[in-house]
């Protein structure tokens, strides 16, 4: 089985000269929950955003699943929750999910299917006619999640998911994220909230700088770093990636 991502000698520079991501290498197996974490401006994004197509790589190789990136095989594979949330403003709820699905060829009896499935999931039925700059902001998180998962990816990409949202959304979004992980769906989250990391992954890379700095599960980090929570590896490996 190929690796679920398998990125090499990423390199982004941005068109104003700015430096990014440098020579960056990240192999993630099929069936695993991974976190990428790493401070404001790490290249977290940059990384994702050249992994969805949705910008372009300096230099650098990147396959999904086997399959070059930019091949539709591997666009249909992969879901992505944006961090900046970006719903069209003239969409209501279920219309977001049923266009989603049609950009990615879903029948429209599959896509209305899956559209009530998601809605039921995140609660989000009593909205199915309200238009996105009606929803509270944890709402259009939700739709933001629901819509990535329309198309029922092998690989999904979750950009800051629970950025915002409250407690019980919270652990809510963490009991769905892993029992989809649970039936073979390869995740890949970025977070700031360390326990959220600790709690969901089996993997981690901590990455400053657009370079990694390590990748290991939790127990390998903190022996790794000789500590004994995850937050105080974090920043040990990101003080030593500012000597570095
Ligand atoms: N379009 C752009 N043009 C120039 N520089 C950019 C652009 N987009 C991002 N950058 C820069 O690239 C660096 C990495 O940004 P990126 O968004 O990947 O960080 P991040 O790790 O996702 O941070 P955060 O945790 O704040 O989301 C930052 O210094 C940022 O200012
Ligand atoms: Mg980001």
């Known amino acids: 089985m190929p690796s679920a991502l398998r990125i090499r000698g990423l390199t982004k520079r ?13 192999e993630i197996e099929a069936g695993s929950f991974f ?14 955003s050249a992994v969805c197509n949705l910008i372009r790589v300096t230099a650098g190789e990147i396959d999904i699943f086997g399959e070059p990136h930019d091949a539709l095989a591997a666009r249909r594979i992969v879901g992505l929750a944006e961090q900046d949330v970006n719903l069209d403003r003239f969409l209501d709820v279920e219309e977001t999910l049923l266009y989603h699905g049609g950009y990615f060829g879903m029948t429209r009896a599959a896509a209305r299917r899956r559209a009530a499935a998601m809605m039921d999931v995140f609660d989000l039925h009593a909205k199915a006619g309200v238009r996105a ?19 029922e ?23 769905y994220i892993r029992r989809l992980h649970d039936a073979g769906t390869t995740i890949l989250l970025t977070t700031h909230y360390l326990e959220e990391a600790d709690e969901l992954c089996q993997e981690i890379a901590l990455i400053r700088g657009g370079r990694l700095l390590a990748r290991d599960s939790v127990g390998g980090l903190l022996s790794a770093y000789g500590v004994h929570s995850l937050s105080d590896a974090y920043v040990q490996a990101m003080g030593e990636g500012v000597e570095g």
């Open 35 to 48: 976190g990428l974490l790493g401070p404001n401006g790490a290249g977290k994004t940059t990384i994702i």
């Open 153 to 175: 990816p092998r690989l999904v990409i979750l950009d800051e998911p629970t950025a915002g949202v409250d407690f019980e959304l919270r652990l809510e979004l963490w009991r």
């Open 14 to 26: 941005y068109d104003d000269g700015f430096l990014a991501v440098e020579d960056f290498d990240l």
């Open 133 to 151: 700059p009606k929803l509270s902001g944890g709402m259009r998180r939700r739709l933001l999640l629901a819509r990535a998962l329309m198309h």
